[in-house]
């Protein structure tokens, strides 16, 4: 290894990994993981870094690191020996072994240390390993840091047994102006990247890991590594080219997430259709151009009304864009075309008449058609509304909603266009003049579609959405179709995060408990209820915990992304996981009281309550046992306690129930420090238990107090 990799300056990595196109998704997660494992991977090595950066474009990963220490640093090391006992003898003097032992490990034997350990006393050898090169280190981590990176589907490639997203094409490791030794699925490292695809197939020669001369020596072969640029200069041409037709480009967040990584070098333009075409519904011109063609539509400026003009990103500079424009264009047309067929074929039958057409088309395995499904809906819609005491005529709707939901599954333009489910529902029941209410709830239902997704608007809407995702979760556990593992083929991990939303947000809905939810839900897969289709047999007990269980787990998630601790998590939950709003509320209220002054009384009536009221056999308490003035008073204490946490749990009001609880800590601590509780007469030691048990159950209504650090 060359000198200047070893001296002592900091130096900076590049690490540049070329492959074949990575698909978007993959390879946003693909940098994320990156940076991470390479930041934790050198921090475990002990090598010292300013800054972790990993960039990337279709085509390569690369990892950037800046300011890394040159070497390992150093550590103590402790060595264990012999015992004392047999390190010395009885006047002190070593022994051989412990002569042998202070000589191999090269020190004196008279700075050996002795250490009490759990089997007793030891003799310790200190010992300072000195760090290795950053090279060294680096030949060896680099390999793994790149293997580790997760995609959701890997492939092999050649004779080897190598496995990544893409076959890999070249490898680039420098630290420094040094070539690193490393090799990863079969490709040795070397310092030549490679341009743009056709732009600049040529070999690209990096002469140093300097990250600037690298996005520079890029650029020139039209490729822009930076991720965040390539966002900044899509952004602004897409607006540019936008305004230039008399619009304003809608970006929509997700799809610019996508083009950045499906451009290396980006030039945006536009592009025209027939005006004509606006005469579709805006969901079906919007997806045509958003999904299927990665298009960002335009718009008037200042309003959401479309114009007949989208704004496409191609790979490459400006050269040859007519041909690239006229090519997309016959594109758009050609798919504006089918789609107004389809819309023009659906609009000659309502949308009520397709709902027979639901008994040809399989729900899930097992659980029967969606004609099937739809009954299903009907009843837990109706059941849902019905607990709420919703007046006649909004039943009505909610009835109507239900009946009408998946029918424009069996429409032509939701067959070709899936993503339009619902709001192609929509749009046809407002043609057909069902009422506005009912149209909206139809595309509302598979709202929140995402875990940052909107949810629905209305109220009819998020009924049918819960009865929805409640009645698949039930028939998928009931049917053994739960996920496993990393696999979840149904989707269900989604619907529960959208079941415990839709749950959790403030209004009516979020009063029908999980478990009463659940339980309706299953009964609609079982006899009487069950329609003849329907061909799963299950213990509903049994399938309930299970999806208690699940749901329990994917609320934990939600509450750590939200920031809570897992011990206010868990401590929440022991005490009840079906009200979904309450939980929430309990969570809030538990994190501010251990913020707060209270926080230490609360948390010390519990613990010393708690401490001996597992050993009450029963929470009776008898006051003319009272022997000492300490159990009155608690006594007493107690109940004024209770009075005052029973309204304010009524009112939701968490911190006046804390209060109520903090207010027992003299009266607790007064009858532990002067009542022997262990007394023993049996009567009377069973009834001061009593009182404790009533004092930690008292305090353990929001939350096991006994999860949380103590005060």
Not at 342 to 366: H, I, K, N, T
């Amino acid at each position: 290894m060359s000198t200047s990799v070893q001296a002592e300056r900091p130096l900076d990595l590049l690490v540049e990994l070329g492959c074949e196109e990575i698909p978007a998704d993959d390879a946003r997660a693909a940098r994320r993981q990156l940076a991470e494992r390479a930041g934790t991977a050198l921090a475990e090595a002990g090598l010292a870094y300013e800054l972790v950066r990993a960039l990337g474009t279709p085509r390569r990963l690369a990892l950037v690191v800046r300011g890394l220490a040159p070497r390992q640093q150093a550590r103590e090391e402790w060595v264990r020996g012999p015992s004392r006992a047999a390190a010395f003898g009885p006047e002190g003097e070593p022994t051989r072994a412990a002569l042998g032992f202070a000589r191999a490990q090269g020190v004196d034997v008279a700075d050996l240390v002795v250490r009490q350990t759990p089997q007793g006393e030891y003799v310790f050898a200190r010992k300072i390993i000195e760090g290795k090169p950053a090279a060294e280190v680096l030949v060896e981590l680099l390999p793994g840091i790149l293997g580790g990176i997760e995609f959701r589907r890997t492939m092999r490639w050649g004779a080897g047994d190598h496995r990544f997203v893409r076959p890999v094409k070249w490898l680039v490791a420098l630290l420094g102006e040094e070539v690193l030794p490393v090799s990863f699925a079969g490709v040795r490292a070397g310092r030549v990247s490679y341009g743009h695809r056709f732009l600049h197939p040529e070999p690209v020669e990096l002469a140093s890991a300097d990250e600037e001369a690298y996005r520079q020596a890029l650029e020139r072969a039209y490729v822009i590594v930076d991720p965040e640029e390539r966002r900044h200069r899509i952004t602004e041409q897409v607006q540019g080219v936008a305004a230039a037709v008399g619009g304003e480009a809608e970006i929509d967040p997700e799809l610019l997430d996508e083009v950045v990584d499906l451009v290396e070098y980006p030039t945006a333009f536009t592009g025209s259709f027939a005006a004509e075409m606006l005469e579709l519904p805006r969901d079906v011109l919007v997806t045509t151009m958003k999904v299927h063609q990665r298009y960002f539509p335009v718009c008037k400026p200042g309003g959401g009304e479309l114009l007949p003009y989208f704004v496409a990103v191609r790979n490459g500079d400006d050269r040859h864009l007519d041909t690239v424009r006229r090519g997309n264009e016959r594109v758009i047309r050609a798919r504006l075309a089918d789609a107004r067929f389809f819309y023009a074929q659906d609009r000659q039958r309502r949308l009520e008449e397709r709902v027979p057409e639901l008994e040809r088309v399989s729900f899930l395995p097992g659980l029967g058609t969606l004609l099937d499904k739809t009954g299903r809906l009907q009843r837990l819609a109706g059941w849902l509304a019905e607990r709420l005491d919703l007046p006649a005529a909004e039943r009505e709707l909610v009835a109507r909603a239900a009946y009408l939901a998946k029918a424009d599954l069996v429409t032509a333009m939701v067959y070709e266009f899936t993503e339009l489910a619902g709001r192609m529902g929509r749009e046809y029941a407002l043609l057909d003049g069902e009422p506005r209410e009912v149209a909206e709830a139809l595309a509302e239902q598979y709202l929140p579609r995402g875990g940052d997704d909107e949810l629905p608007a209305t109220l009819l809407g998020r009924l049918l959405a819960i009865a929805d995702r409640a009645d698949t979760l039930a028939g998928c556990f009931a049917a053994g179709l739960e996920p496993t593992g990393s696999q979840d083929p149904y989707g269900l991990r989604r619907a529960g995060v959208g079941l415990l939303r839709l749950l959790a947000e403030p209004g009516p809905a979020g009063a029908v408990p999980l478990d009463a939810l659940l339980d309706e839900a299953l009964a609609g897969y079982r006899p009487p209820l069950a329609s003849p289709g329907v061909e799963v047999r299950f213990d509903p007990a049994e399938v309930r915990a299970k999806l208690l269980d699940f749901l329990a787990a994917r609320l934990r998630v939600l509450m750590a992304e939200a920031g809570y601790a897992h011990d206010v998590i868990q401590a929440v939950l022991v005490v009840d996981r079906t009200d979904v709003p309450g939980i929430w509320a309990r969570a809030r209220a538990v994190a501010e009281l251990l913020a707060s002054p209270v926080a230490g009384d609360v948390l010390t009536v519990h613990r010393r309550a708690a401490n001996l009221a597992g050993r009450a056999e029963a929470d009776h308490v008898d006051p003319a046992l009272f022997r000492e003035p300490e159990e009155g008073e608690l006594h007493a204490a107690l109940q004024a306690a209770r009075e005052a946490a029973e309204r304010a749990l009524a009112a939701r009001d968490y911190a006046g129930y804390f209060q109520a609880i903090a207010r027992l800590r003299p009266a607790v601590d007064a009858f532990l420090d002067r009542v022997l509780v262990m007394a023993e007469d049996p009567a009377l030691r069973a009834n001061r238990l009593a009182l404790l048990k009533r004092v930690a159950d008292l305090a353990s209504r929001v939350a096991a107090l006994g999860n949380l650090p103590a005060g």
